[in-house]
């Protein structure tokens, strides 16, 4: 296979699992250039990486593995410049929002604000979870075991539910 | 908020993350060979710097040091036991330290993104507190730097002054060692002592990863805690 053929499969697997990308830069970077950089950085491991894929594994849990880590390390280089998160800056930006009723608007913007503001780990785990992950392949992503991935997982949806009642939502 | 309506909420939360619109990744995909080859340049120039610096460092502990044990050897008299001793100490433990720098070299060459993410990110986070290590088995000489010129004749003829100063001077220096050796550690990154000891940078640095080394052990263990 030459490069170009390699480019392209490439670019097939990466449009089948866009989706991961997208939703790690958005829940990793508050800030768009951060984003992008993230996606391009993302991009380029699995590009490098690409030649040591074991078929063995899961196409997807490579490709978490290698995004994830890579979102976190970016994180933590970043985290000194990053000022401080405001509601509205963790809005996300789409082209054709659909409608929503102003208080669900509301709840979704806290719920992301509360997303921003959870630990790296947790942030990474619950987003496995939003992405319908098993827990066996959370676990075989993440390092941890089945039970640990489904405690974790329980409290944070625990302690989102306690964020929003103190809010009264 | 009910169950219910915390998973609609996480849902919609989730369509949204998707229809974003910030990225590009066709263009980007396509664009890769350059993308690439700047990346590698960049990544290149790093990682080559560090691995040169700390080969360098290696190589140089390890002539260093094996020079100072051959000097320990070769001067062991009673009329020099003291020089044999520190040569012989300080040359130990700069084997030591050159160990520690293979061994960095080693973790660099053997990092992976592909690990899951508890252990690659324990991985990038212990490489990058081993610099207390080398700095505190580095400190351990300290001593033998203040008193390889004494002789066991010397201390015989010695006026009222070598007691006076040269021997508290070995003491501080020999307490203040152990302190360090006893202190330098992760855990006290927080500390005032600790960033003027290595400088801001790194502080902030050594500190964010003791902070992420806590969250990893937290993550691990929560089962474990209840």
């Known amino acids: 296979m030459n490069t170009t053929q390699q480019k392209q499969a490439f670019l097939g697997l990466i449009e089948q699992n866009k989706g991961i990308i997208i939703k ?38 490579w490709m978490y593995r290698i995004a994830l880590n890579v979102a976190i390390s970016h994180f933590r280089k970043n985290k000194s410049e990053t ?13 054709d929002p659909p409608e929503t009723s102003s208080e669900k608007e509301k709840q979704l913007q806290l719920l992301q604000l509360f997303i921003s503001q959870m630990k790296e780990l947790d942030k990474a785990l619950m987003l496995l979870w939003l992405e319908s992950k098993s827990y066996s392949e959370i676990s075989e992503i993440v390092g941890i075991t089945e039970t640990n991935v489904a405690t974790k997982l329980s409290r944070l949806k625990e302690k989102l539910k306690q964020q929003f009642a103190q809010l009264q939502l | 908020m009910k169950e219910q309506d915390l998973n609609n909420l996480l849902d919609m939360y989730n369509r949204r993350l998707e229809e974003t619109r910030v990225l590009n990744l066709q263009t980007w995909v396509l664009n890769l060979e350059n993308y690439t080859m700047i990346q590698k340049q960049k990544a290149n120039a790093k990682l080559k710097s560090l691995k040169l610096q ?173």
Request: glycine share 4%; proline share 2%; hydrophobic share 45%.
């Open chain 2, 54 to 226: 700390k080969t360098i460092l290696a190589i140089l502990g390890i002539l260093y040091g094996a020079a100072m044990v051959f000097l320990g050897i070769v001067s062991m008299k009673w009329q020099t036991i003291f020089f044999s001793i520190c040569a012989y100490g300080i040359g130990v433990i700069t084997l030591i330290a050159a160990f520690v720098y293979f061994r960095q070299l080693y973790w660099i060459n053997r990092f992976n993104n592909e690990d899951n993410i508890i252990s690659a990110q324990e991985k990038i986070t212990r490489l990058q507190s081993s610099t207390l290590w080398v700095t505190r088995i580095l400190f351990l000489q300290t001593p033998f730097y203040c008193l390889w010129f004494v002789t066991p004749a010397s201390i015989v003829n010695a006026p009222l002054s070598f007691f006076l100063i040269t021997l508290p001077i070995a003491l501080l220096f020999t307490y203040a060692t152990y302190w360090l050796y006893k202190n330098i550690h992760l855990g006290n990154a927080h500390k005032k002592w600790f960033k003027i000891l290595f400088g801001s940078r790194e502080w902030t640095h050594l500190q964010r990863s003791q902070q992420f080394l806590d969250d990893i052990e937290e993550f691990r263990s929560s089962i474990a805690v209840r």
């Open chain 1, 83 to 95: 000022k401080p998160i405001t509601l509205s800056e963790w809005h996300i930006e789409i082209e």
């Open chain 1, 24 to 61: 790690i830069c958005n829940s990793y970077c508050s800030h768009k250039a951060d984003r992008e950089d993230l996606a391009q950085e993302i991009i380029y491991q699995l590009w490098k990486s690409g030649h040591t894929f074991n078929s063995d594994y899961r196409f997807s849990t």
